[in-house]
Nanobody, 124 residues
């Protein structure tokens, strides 16, 4: 079964950090673009960051640029999202998604696979 599993979410104080992991099974991430998305209650799902398969180029939403870093470890078939300087408005369920084989990276409407999500809560 093709599967993406997010982990690493939890409760953190404003200014704190979390590292989210997205582990793939049933396929290899080498040739897939990977995106991180989030959805807060009552709001639409939005793209946070993505990383391409071809050259590992990255893209970030303006709201997280300079605070979040996406990376991939193909040997471990895992993608990470390092989240620093967290703010209450970052509170959401975070999802990883894979699209491919493909070139480039973006917040596509037609990602092939989605994880179940992990809750991130930023509160004092």
């Amino acid at each position: 079964q093709v599967q993406l599993v997010e982990s690493g979410g939890g409760l953190v104080q404003p200014g704190g950090s979390l590292r989210l992991s997205c582990a793939a099974s049933g396929f290899t991430l080498d040739y897939y673009a990977i995106g991180w998305f989030r959805q807060a209650p009552g709001k639409e799902r939005e793209g946070v960051s993505c990383i391409s398969a071809s050259d590992s180029s990255t893209h970030y939403a303006d709201s997280v640029k300079g605070r979040f870093t996406i990376s991939r470890d193909n040997a471990k078939n895992t993608v990470y999202l390092q989240m620093n300087s967290l703010k209450p408005e970052d509170t959401a369920v975070y999802y990883c998604a894979a699209k491919g084989p493909t070139l480039g990276c973006g917040f596509f409407d037609d990602y092939d696979y989605w994880g179940q999500g992990t809750q991130v809560t930023v509160s004092s």
